[in-house]
């Protein structure tokens, strides 16, 4: 007896001389609190920060820190929060192949604030966490206490902590002990359970019930009993309805027993609903789908009626698209249909459509004299003074007034061709336009390279088509950096078909 008295100062004396961090698988929370002040272990310093925020990279000068026994620690973790400036996070993946060399260590995480080198990175569990996945290689329990606390430890820090089956937290200022899941797995934060807890030094409250029920499938209550097969299993029986709905005796059915989605194929009236590849059978004379103002479905096979602009609307997988709908009887059998005065509505005209609507006509209009075409671009219309013999409606341009013009008879589509030839060498940049109405511009190109002098023949060709309103006209603009002459004959051709 003598001799145990005499030894256990000299391993005291032992413990404290070397400074160890961790004994007989007791491991201080606070020894592992690296870059925490009042705490020996440094903490690790970025060295390449995040440029903007959101799940980015980092990389760390070193990977490593140093305890105050000599340990090295590698203490970047997915499991432990760690506090970067002034900004808690959690890696979600890490690389670090070679901690001891210079800012080859790096981890993502989730960032609200942006960080440079030389930004702090320290455990933000004041060293719990990183001292249970210390604990982890050969087991053991880790020890927080008054000092650990006056750090800046929390109780919620405990709850939340990830513990192993061969870990457990030792809170010396309560005298209770946390331990982790069975057979050796991580417990998700906030499910470790108090396996024992002590006052004035005696294990007053053994709290192993939760432990045990997780040995076995099923719900553990009061009614309920541990069964050989593994099972929690009420006791033979006793598996007689004491109630129903909350009322006993004889029950009969009444009002919101059920809701909808309990009964098989039923309809919710008050909530979408999801049914099978079948249909479906209502009873009601007419369906309402749903409705809302600037309504906009945009999943394919969706329908919705929007009130703003009293159309209707489906999703075709990606967009919304609207349909067109009658207003009023659909015409009769030959009739012409046109747009309505809504969005999207459409009418009968109540009158057969015009016979010669299928037959195209052709109008051909050529300048028989030179045109001069001034440059710094200057936009210039060209004219024609001559039609083709083969012109089927002169009513398309006039060759004495407004010469440039091509007047749609009728409303159509409408394809041509505006033709250009120059008997002047060109070595700048020269456009081609045709527009509507002067305003608006149907096509055009540009020619950038050197251009030949091409008396002979049409030298370049602008093909078009467009849908022309009755009234409204087409045109053929040129515009060029140098400045040329058409030659004088059938140098500028335009001609339209409906």
Request: with cysteine.
């Amino acid at each position: 007896m003598k001799r145990l008295v005499l030894l256990l100062p000299i391993v005291c004396l032992m413990v404290s001389a070397q400074n160890l961090t961790r004994f007989a698988g007791i491991y201080n929370a606070l020894d592992y609190a690296y870059g925490v002040p009042g705490s020996s272990p440094g903490g690790l310093k970025i060295s390449v920060g995040n440029p903007i925020t959101g799940l980015r990279s980092v990389t760390v000068d070193f990977g490593y820190t140093t305890l105050s026994d000599g340990t090295k620690i590698y203490p970047l973790s997915t499991n432990a929060p760690i506090m970067v400036g002034s900004e808690t996070v959690t890696p979600t993946s890490i690389s670090c192949l070679s901690p001891a060399v210079y800012s080859t260590c790096r981890f993502e995480a989730t960032f609200t604030q942006l960080h440079g080198p030389g930004d702090n990175v320290t455990s933000a569990t004041y060293g719990l966490q990183e001292a249970i996945n210390a604990a982890h290689t050969l087991g053991g329990a880790v020890v927080v206490d008054g000092k650990w606390a006056v750090a800046g430890g929390t109780n919620g820090m405990i709850s939340g902590a990830a513990l192993f089956g061969n870990t457990a937290i030792a809170d010396n200022r309560s005298g209770q002990v946390f331990g982790g899941g069975a057979g050796g797995g991580l417990n998700a934060p906030g499910t470790n359970n108090v396996i024992v807890k002590y006052t004035n030094g005696l294990a007053t409250t053994p709290a192993l019930f939760a432990d045990f029920a997780s040995l076995f499938t099923g719900t553990p209550s009061s009614s309920t009993f541990a069964r050989g097969d593994g099972a929690w299993a009420v006791p033979p029986g006793s598996s007689a309805v004491s109630s129903v709905f909350g009322r006993t005796g004889a029950v009969v059915a009444a009002t919101a027993d059920y809701t909808a989605a309990q009964v098989t194929n039923a309809a919710n009236t008050a909530a979408p609903n999801t049914f099978g590849a079948f249909l479906q059978s209502f009873a009601a004379s007419s369906v309402i789908i749903p409705k809302s103002a600037a309504a906009a479905p945009t999943v394919a096979g969706q329908i919705a009626y929007d009130t703003g602009s009293n159309t209707y609307q489906f999703g075709n997988g990606s967009v919304t698209e609207a349909i067109a709908y009658f207003l009023g009887a659909p015409p009769a059998a030959g009739n012409c249909v046109q747009w309505g005065g809504g969005a999207y509505q459409l009418s009968s005209t109540g009158a057969p459509c015009p016979s010669g609507s299928g037959s195209p006509v052709y109008a051909q209009s050529s300048s028989s004299a030179t045109q001069v075409i001034p440059g710094s671009f200057v936009d210039t219309k060209l004219l024609f003074d001559t039609n083709a013999s083969f012109t089927t409606d002169p009513s398309i341009h006039s060759t004495t007034s407004n010469t440039d013009r091509f007047v749609a008879p009728a409303t159509g589509l409408y394809n041509g061709v505006c033709a250009v030839g120059t008997s002047t060498s060109n070595s700048g940049s020269t456009y081609i336009t045709v527009m509507l109405d002067d305003t608006t511009t149907i096509i055009n190109t540009g020619l950038g390279t050197s251009i030949a002098a091409l008396p002979n023949g049409t030298g370049w060709v602008l093909p078009w088509s467009y849908l022309v309103t009755s009234g409204h006209y087409v045109n053929c603009h040129l515009s060029v950096s140098d400045g040329w002459t058409a030659s004088a004959g059938a140098i500028f051709t335009f001609y339209a078909i409906h």
